[in-house]
């Protein structure tokens, strides 16, 4: 398997983007990323496109081609392939690419993420949205994707003493990180105690612990290590690329404290890159809801069970901190456009890695990490990249 790197990457602002289509997204983003590299459209072999529900949103299916002809790529007859994974789309998207250079099958690939989810009410959006989870055994049923998250953070705190603002802090501070991105949905700073007074949505979730919805697009141009100077001043190495999948159900699983699907891809990854969480630099994890945070620093190996919540509160996650998480501000701050947000983690950590992530630059960063989850754990893909 050859060593692949990237090589270019672009992302548009995030937020509702009222005025703008999912086609205008997929250009924007498609040209920031091109204009990175010297790449061009004859040297490109291929595209993976994450994308949750273009269905439901936008009334689009076929993405794969539409992505495709937006580029300007349907003209040289380029592959194109629409990947789901729920909110872990782009996530998967990047591995395939990945999977597709590594192999030898493709020499020049674009992984790229998309959604646009403000054209449609907040209760259509909210019913895609949950198709995430179980529709027939859980959503039937009344089971919210927030009520599924509340009902982790809920035995989190009964089991671990998790205290509601410890969840806040994780708020906080992704608030505040977010105020140092420019593509940011939310440029505001909130305190703990807004959170907790923010409405509720599912208890212990309140309004403040939620992820909003997003309208955006990222994408990264992938090549092999060994000619990837021929195209970029700065590659990113891509050290590990790993999936791993659990029940669908929340009500299956064996621990819904830990997510299983987030343990099994780390442990995947870290044995691809042969190296240990205490050698990451930072990581972009995926924090749908405040909790998800706190399981996800646990469960990829960056504290122990059940320190997770302390860890935010003490200020162990924030820049300049142990471990900065979610330097970009995360799904919280940021947003989450469900198929872009696995490639805007990695388009995070291309910023960090080559020394461009102005304010909220991580001091000597070398090694960082991402992990994008579809659903409550069915999907979890956890890469790991280097200078």
């Not at 703008?20 to 990175?36: F, K, P, Q, W, Y």
């Not at 595209?47 to 580029?71: K, T, W």
């Not at 700065?234 to 659990?246: N, T, V």
């Not at 461009?356 to 893909?381: S, W, Y």
Request: net charge negative; charged share 20%; aromatic share 4%.
């Amino acid at each position: 398997m050859r060593s692949v790197s990237i090589i270019g990457a672009g992302c548009t602002r995030f937020g509702e983007r009222w005025d703008d289509s999912l086609r205008d997204l997929v250009v924007e983003t498609g040209i920031m990323a091109l204009e990175d590299t010297s790449v061009s459209g004859e040297e490109i072999d291929g595209l993976y496109v994450g994308n949750m529900s273009g269905g439901r949103f936008v009334e689009q299916e076929h993405i794969g081609a539409l992505i495709s002809d937006c580029a300007g790529l349907s003209r040289l007859h380029v592959p194109s392939t629409r990947v789901e994974a729920a909110c872990a789309s782009g996530g998967l998207a990047l591995r395939q690419a990945v999977l597709a250079v590594a192999s030898g099958y493709s020499d020049v690939v674009i992984a790229a993420g998309v959604e646009k989810m403000t054209d449609v009410t907040g209760g259509v959006a909210a019913d895609a949205l949950a198709a995430a989870a179980d529709r027939e055994w859980e959503c039937f049923f009344g089971a919210t994707f927030p009520a599924l998250y509340a009902m982790i953070a809920r035995l989190h705190m009964h089991r671990f003493g998790t205290t509601r603002e410890e969840l806040a802090a994780v708020a906080v501070k992704n608030h505040h990180n977010g105020c140092m991105n420019p593509i940011s949905q939310y440029q505001m700073e909130i305190s703990v105690d807004k959170v907790m007074r923010s409405p509720l949505v599912a208890d212990p979730l309140r309004v403040l612990d939620c992820s909003p919805i997003t309208d955006g697009a990222a994408a990264v141009v992938l090549a092999p290590t060994e000619v990837a100077s021929k195209y970029s001043d700065a590659p990113i190495k891509i050290l590990a690329a790993a999936q791993a999948s659990d029940t669908l159900a929340l009500h299956d699983r064996r621990d819904i404290t830990t997510l299983d699907a987030s343990v099994y891809a780390a442990r995947k990854a870290f044995d691809q890159a042969g190296l240990e969480p205490k050698d990451i630099d930072l990581a972009e994890v995926h924090d749908a809801f405040t909790i998800g945070e706190i399981v996800a620093i646990e469960d990829l190996g960056f504290v122990e069970k059940g320190e997770g919540g302390r860890a935010a509160e003490e200020g162990l996650t924030a820049i300049g901190g142990k471990i900065p998480i979610n330097t970009s501000g995360g799904l919280k701050a940021c947003g989450h456009p469900v198929g872009a947000t696995g490639i805007k983690q990695a388009y995070e950590l291309v910023l960090q890695l080559r020394g461009e992530a102005g304010k909220r630059q991580v001091e000597g960063a070398e090694v960082g990490l991402t992990h994008n989850v579809g659903g409550c754990g069915g999907t979890a893909l956890v890469h790991i990249m280097s200078r």
